[in-house]
């Protein structure tokens, strides 16, 4: 079990989600060009593949940090397949600089998982992975096995680099999907309610509109015949009106007051309704000598409190709502566990 200020840290840190993706997905590429600018100081014409590696990394980098970002918040990036095709062109372009640029070539596979759908992504990371073999002798290496070392190297940068992002993404829309069905259950609450309302103060609200319009034709009505104090169709239809408002006051009274004094059985259904819609597998500990049918208003508030703050959360999993009897006074402890 984790405490509810565990679970609103877990969610403050996957705010910081997505920049550190971006930033993670950044150190490969940056690295690459620090060993050819490295490798390159040696060789005549000092750190120009450097200065080229970093012209070149500067041009599709940021169209690859754009993918990264997209699939981070669960999304996809549109027209992900033209900036795809682009950051290939300029990697592909600066294959002059060396087998030691070979290895970058994982980011047009992290790209293609992330913007592409999977029977076409997959297509593009076998081609990548398998296009180091002849590319390797192309560029004639000098790593012992370099046909095998490159494609291993970039399968293995693709999938370091991909599977953490895809996590990311993946519990940005989970969270999206707890809070769509957590919108949904108070929606479906406010339904009810609104279904409540109708069957009883609706009902008896049209029929005061009803014997209100038939007392005001009587009243325009210079014909109807007077018969007497207390004994015309304009007093009927006027005291009818008049028990028909008093009912309708007495029942919207009894009505708030109902609704103001929940049962603490209600509130726990409630929380476990909307606990269960947003995901959470909630189970409800209850005293043997059972529950009290009211609950002050400081026990309730607490309640909705900490249910809010579990609903807002991103790593919640399980929670148990347990009721106590503690000196008296009834208690619920609300413990919360990991979506693990």
Known sequence: MIRLKDVERFGGLLRFATPGAMAYAAVFPLVQVGLIAESSAFWPGGYADGAWALLATAAYLPL???????AARGSRARGGAWTLAALTVVIVAALPLGDLWLPTFHVVAVSALLVLRPRWSLAVVAAVVAAQVPLSLLLDSWVAAAPSYYAVTVAWRA???FV????VGAVRRLEATRRALADEAVVHERLRLDGEL???L???L???TAQGERATVLVDDDTTPWAGPGTGPLEAELEALV??????????RQLV???QRVSLSAELDTAATLLTAAGIATQVVLPRDGVPDTADEALRSQLRADISRLLRADTTGTCVLAVTHQAGQVQVAVRAGSAT
Not at 65 to 70: G, I, M, N, S, W
């Open 159 to 161: 999938a370091a680099v």
């Open 202 to 204: 609706g009902a008896a």
């Open 243 to 252: 028990g028909g408002a008093r009912r309708t006051l007495a029942q919207a």
């Open 64 to 70: 690859h940090l754009r993918h990264v970002e997209h």
């Open 257 to 259: 007051n109902g609704y």
């Open 198 to 200: 109708r069957e009883t």
């Open 164 to 167: 953490p992002i895809w996590l």
């Open 206 to 208: 049209r029929s005061i």
